[in-house]
């Protein structure tokens, strides 16, 4: 089975300090892994993915997340928070044994304060 | 990026009615769609998976009966929440996926269902 952690359920920064968004993640076996956005009443949009390839992960909008297999957490990091950051973020999983179905992290609220 | 759409964006109905909420995708062909639904404050939670023209697959503890989904077309599934009741509101999203099953999933912008 696979499960996703993300231990804060909100977070709040003032701008242009940095973001840190915690992940931990549970797969039997090589996940994927992902981080979305989610603004009010839009979909949810893509920030950056892991599948195997470099650990360091580069994506929109100046953030990145790195896979730490020993610590089995992928973290959301961006080093200067923009007011239009704040929204909901989404930690997810698949694995290609589990037909590449997304299971979802509770989600965490980014504030970001003027 | 490709983009999925959702109808009604919102829709209000009274108990023991059926409610049926439109995902497309507007260009390119869904091979899958998947529907989720998201409570206040909580994540996602897969309710089903349907491929075109075939018969949806649900997850475990999803009424088949209740949740009908209709994959007919490459482009089109549908939704229906049957005899809603209270319980039943909340937050539909549905996803689109080209091809094979390792590309990408594309969301759509949601629909909030008030069952009253």
């Known amino acids: 089975a696979q499960s996703v952690t993300q231990l804060d359920s909100h977070v709040s920064v003032s701008e242009g300090t940095p973001v840190l968004l915690r992940c931990n993640y549970s797969s039997s076996y090589s996940p994927s892994l992902f981080w979305y956005v989610q603004h009010p009443n839009k979909g949810l949009q893509l920030l950056l993915k892991y599948t195997s390839a470099a650990t360091l992960v580069k994506g929109i909008n100046g953030f990145e997340a790195e896979f730490k297999k020993s610590e089995t957490s992928f973290h959301l990091t961006k080093p200067s928070a923009h007011m239009s950051d704040a929204a909901e973020y989404f930690c997810v999983v698949s694995f290609t044994g589990g037909g590449n179905k997304l299971t979802f992290g509770t989600g965490t609220q980014l504030k970001v304060e003027l | 990026g490709a983009v999925v759409s959702q109808h009604p964006s919102r829709v209000i109905c009274k108990s023991g009615t059926s409610v049926k909420i439109e995902c497309r995708s507007l260009?390119?062909?869904?091979?899958?769609m998947f529907w989720y639904r998201q409570f206040p404050k909580q994540s996602l939670m897969l309710m089903a998976t349907s491929n075109e023209g075939s018969k949806a697959t649900y997850e475990q503890g999803v009424e088949k009966d209740k949740f009908l989904i209709n994959h007919a077309s490459l482009t089109l599934s549908t939704l229906t929440v049957t005899s809603a009741h209270p319980e039943d509101s909340s937050f539909y999203i549905c996803?689109?996926?080209?091809?094979?099953?390792?590309?990408?999933?594309?969301f759509g912008p949601g629909t909030r269902l008030t069952v009253l």
């Open positions: 260009d390119f062909q869904a091979t899958t």
């Open positions: 996803s689109a996926r080209q091809g094979l099953s390792y590309n990408e999933q594309f």
